[in-house]
């Protein structure tokens, strides 16, 4: 079981192990050092202090310790979702249990009228924690496999 949390200052070194070179393979970066670890965590603090607030830069926690990040970015003209893990902790339904969450708090609390995400179309395990999660392919934009998700359409009101 998954909790997401914000970020502190304490977890760059998790980061680095999160962000490793197996990790960024389909990122379009390459692995963390710690000065980019505190980088990172300083624009994901500056995120989460900010009013009205556009991004979530999320810890995925598994009994406490930090294993991935999820991020929600909700600047137009879409929201976007993405996500890493430690490569120790793939394969275990820790991506599509915080992709989850964070999708009820898009469609619940922020009421976002759609998400989208993409990956790179080498990257399968990403495209399937989106189908698990419920998106839909929506297309191949700039070389990316695209997806959407939108909230659950209400069922049809029953003549009375
Ligand atoms: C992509 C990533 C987030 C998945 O995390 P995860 O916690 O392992 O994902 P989950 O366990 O929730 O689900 C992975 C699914 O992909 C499947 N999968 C794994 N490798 C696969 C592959 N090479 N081809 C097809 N499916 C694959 C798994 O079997 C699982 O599906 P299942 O539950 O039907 O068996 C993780 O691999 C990662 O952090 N990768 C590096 C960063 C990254 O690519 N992020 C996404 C950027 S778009």
Redesign the pocket.
Known sequence: MIELRELTPEDAEALQQ?YSS??????GRGPMDEAGALCYLATAMAAAAQTPRTRYILGITVRAELL?VIKLNLDAPAATV??????D???????????RTILALAFGPFGLPEVR????PD???????LT?SGFTPAGVVGGFETYVIRPSAPPPLRPV
């Open positions: 999160i197996e990790s960024t393979v389909f990122l991935g993405g996500y890493v893990l430690r490569v902790a793939w394969g275990r339904g820790y991506a599509t249990e915080g992709v995400a993409k990956h790179h990257n399968a395990a990403s495209g399937r924690v698990k």
